[in-house]
Each structure stands twice: as structure tokens, then as C-alpha cells.
């Protein structure tokens, strides 16, 4: 299967302040990558559908302002939580695609814990 | 609405076999894929099934009846590291771009 990775892996910040979290394709060129945030003993919520060249997609009751998408490339795609708030604290999880019928690829995830 | 049901929970021994289940109600229909993820870690890709039938890769397999909106996870000759969660999640086309809608997943706990 195809690679995806994410740095980084596990970051703790204090309250207030902005993280970033990269998500790379690394053997294909990704048209979509998803954003996921995942609590403990429960599925994956999508925040987010990130298009090259495009704004982000995001579902309903996301905070658009507060969770920043950015997709600059094939193969890049980063997620900045703002002023973040230890309510933010969570596992977020990144996946890639070809194409819009293609199989997701998971990144490993980023364990965020705010302080 | 949108939702996938698949049991919360199952146990078996090593060596048995398991189905794990999922009904799904959704738009835009294009797929059931299967994602094993364990504990800390990042779900990995199982099986996909587009069309009825049963689809086969090692010991897991994995059906599909878009006429009963139904599809399973079949786990063979049980090992201990099979202890994880498993997703069903339905590719869904609505929309633009598409996405996959993700069950609550079904915790495998399986004992020596």
C-alpha cells in the first residue's frame, strides 16, 4: 500500500499557543487528503477534506478558523490548530487518496495534548 | 442520515474464527472498506468490496450485499496480535470530492 506520514508524531504545547501537523504523501501524488481527530475508545471524525490548490472542505461544526488547512502541493498538506485549548487535545489522524474512487491511506497520527 | 452499526464488542480464542458485521444507511454509496487499527496506532487498509460477493486476502475476508445494505469481516485462525479494532466505512460519493463514513468500529479481543 501507499505511504503516508505525519510529523510529528507526538507534540504537548501549552494553552493559547498554534501547532502544526504535516501530513506527506510519499510514494503517489494525493488529489485529497482528510483530516481526522479521534478521542480514545471512539471512531474517527472527519473535520476536513483538503483538495491541492483549494480551499478546505470542512464538516459541519468544525471550526474553520481554528483548525487551518493548507495544501500546497501533491504531496503535502498541514493542519494548525490555533490557540489551541486542552479541550484540542486528541489524536489526529491524516489520509491520502489518488483519486476520488482510490483506497485512503492513514498517516500514523499526532498525539496532541494541550496543556 | 448517515450511519454504519457494527457490534462494539467481540471475543474469541486463538485459532477461531470470527465475522464482524456491518449494516450501513448512507447516500452516494460507492464501497464497504474494512481498517484494522491498534491501540496508539493509525487504522491500516484491510479489504474493499464495490461490488456483491465475497473478496479474499490471507486469512481475512470480507463480504458485501448492497441489496441488504450489509457487509462482513471475516477473521480466520485467530492470532493474538488480531486484537484490535476494526472499522467498516463506507465510500461515499456525495459530493464532490467523496469521503469515507466511518462505523464506531468493533473492539477484538482475542484470548490465548
Known amino acids: 500500500g501507499a505511504v503516508v506520514s505525519q510529523h510529528p508524531s507526538r507534540v504537548i504545547c501549552k494553552s493559547g499557543t498554534s501547532v502544526k501537523i504535516e501530513c506527506r504523501s510519499l510514494d503517489f501524488q494525493a488529489t485529497t487528503m482528510f483530516w481526522y481527530r479521534q478521542f480514545p475508545k471512539q471512531s474517527l471524525m472527519l473535520m476536513a477534506t483538503s483538495n491541492e490548490g483549494s480551499k478546505a472542505t470542512y464538516e459541519q461544526g468544525v471550526e474553520k478558523d481554528k483548525f487551518l488547512i493548507n495544501h500546497a502541493s501533491l504531496t503535502l498538506s498541514t493542519l494548525t490548530v490555533t490557540s489551541a485549548h486542552p479541550e484540542d487535545s486528541s489524536f489526529y489522524i491524516c489520509s491520502a487518496r489518488l483519486g476520488p474512487t482510490d483506497t485512503q491511506y492513514f498517516g500514523p497520527g499526532t498525539r496532541l495534548t494541550v496543556l | 442520515g448517515q450511519s454504519l452499526e457494527q457490534p462494539s464488542e467481540v471475543t474469541a480464542v486463538e485459532g477461531a474464527i470470527v465475522q464482524i458485521n456491518c449494516t450501513y444507511q448512507t447516500s452516494g454509496f460507492y464501497g464497504l472498506s474494512w481498517y484494522q487499527q491498534h491501540d496508539g496506532g493509525a487504522p491500516t487498509f484491510l479489504s474493499y468490496?464495490?461490488?456483491?460477493g465475497l473478496e479474499e486476502t490471507g486469512r481475512f475476508s470480507s463480504f458485501l450485499s448492497r441489496s441488504d445494505s450489509y457487509g462482513y469481516l471475516l477473521l480466520q485462525e485467530l492470532q493474538m496480535k488480531d486484537s484490535a479494532s476494526y472499522f467498516c466505512a463506507v465510500r461515499s460519493l456525495s459530493g464532490n470530492t467523496g469521503k469515507l463514513i466511518f462505523g464506531q468500529g468493533t473492539t477484538l479481543q482475542v484470548k490465548p
Open positions: 468490496n464495490a461490488l456483491d
